[in-house]
């Protein structure tokens, strides 16, 4: 069995569909490939192009990453972590506010900080590094008005209900990568060689966007596929509805770091599906033991 077929099995176990790419962050062109070409959406994904748009923005000198901002979390764009999630106004560095959407996947933090990026220099720079299926049409507030029209409710609260009952079939925009915010999975890992190998930002910039991606916190997904001492795992995760999707570098000590992106469509609608999460970890693991090299190997 090849390693694409091991990784479409896995999927089908878990009862999702998957598109995966990997790929060393040495430039060379060795890949695992499962549908990494296909457009998939983004979900919270977007947030790493935003990143890397921010910080080239702090290069230019356009923004100030130390400049302090007010926000209040009841006028925020909702979510279930960082700060809409909080009761009083919190003041904070831009570069707490990229801190937080990364390691916590904040919205109301990216929000705010698409709001100063603007969409046209994201595009800029992902056209500069050739990524040219990668698209977004606006931020998570943007994602949830869709929602709220296309399940017929009044608020996004009873939006994500009705996308989480399994009785009902909802074919919303939030689903299709047409009226979305997407990308391919080979563009992803691009966008992460690039920035491993520093190519997308100043240096201070990289090593900035690497340490915050190092700090997520969530470890149910690419990260439960490498639990061992030592290994770090850089990445983004992304869910919505029936989408679950990462992106990350797994770094092992003296090793070529590999980028791998993983994107899923679930056939149920639960608002947890670990068997989707452990088979995200599980395509991972086998993507990047192919890949695997050591630094002394050239």
């Known amino acids: 069995m090849t390693t694409a077929e091991r990784i479409r099995a896995v999927f089908a176990d878990a009862g999702c569909t998957g598109r995966l790419h990997a790929r060393r962050c040495d430039g060379n062109d060795e890949e695992v490939s499962l549908g990494g070409a296909d457009r998939v959406v983004t979900a919270s994904v977007y947030k790493l192009p935003l990143l890397l748009a921010y910080c080239r923005a702090v290069d230019a000198g356009r923004l100030d990453p130390l400049e302090r901002l007010t926000l209040v979390p009841a006028e925020c764009t909702p979510g279930p972590t960082g700060i809409s999630a909080l009761h009083d106004p919190v003041t904070m560095s831009r570069r707490d506010l990229a801190t937080s959407m990364m390691t916590v996947s904040d919205n109301a933090a990216a929000d705010l900080l698409l709001g100063e990026v603007g969409l046209g220099p994201i595009h800029e720079l992902l056209e500069s590094l050739g990524l040219t299926r990668t698209r977004l049409v606006g931020g998570t507030a943007d994602i949830q008005r869709s929602l709220v029209q296309d399940t017929d409710t009044h608020s996004t609260i009873e939006a994500f209900a009705a996308l989480a009952d399994n009785d009902e079939a909802w074919t919303v925009s939030a689903y299709d990568p047409a009226y979305t915010s997407a990308t391919a999975p080979e563009e992803m ?16 910039q990289t090593e900035f966007a690497r340490s915050i991606m190092r700090r997520q ?4 997904r690419i990260a439960a596929g490498f639990p061992h001492r030592g290994v770090a795992v850089a990445g983004k995760t ?24 993983v994107f899923t469509r679930a056939a149920r609608a639960d608002p947890a599906l670990p068997a989707v999460d452990a088979a995200i970890a599980e395509a991972a693991r086998i993507a990047v033991t192919a890949l695997r090299r050591a630094l002394s190997a050239d």
Do not use: C
Not at 189 to 204: D, F, M, N, Q, Y
Not at 217 to 220: A, I, K, R, S
Not at 240 to 261: K, L, S
């Open 238 to 261: 992304g869910t919505i509805g029936i989408i679950r999707n990462e992106a990350a570098v797994v770094e092992f000590p003296g090793e070529y770091p590999v980028a791998v992106a």
């Open 217 to 220: 916190v969530w470890p149910h």
């Open 189 to 204: 890992t691009a966008l992460l060689s690039a920035l491993w190998r520093g190519e997308v930002v100043s240096a201070e």
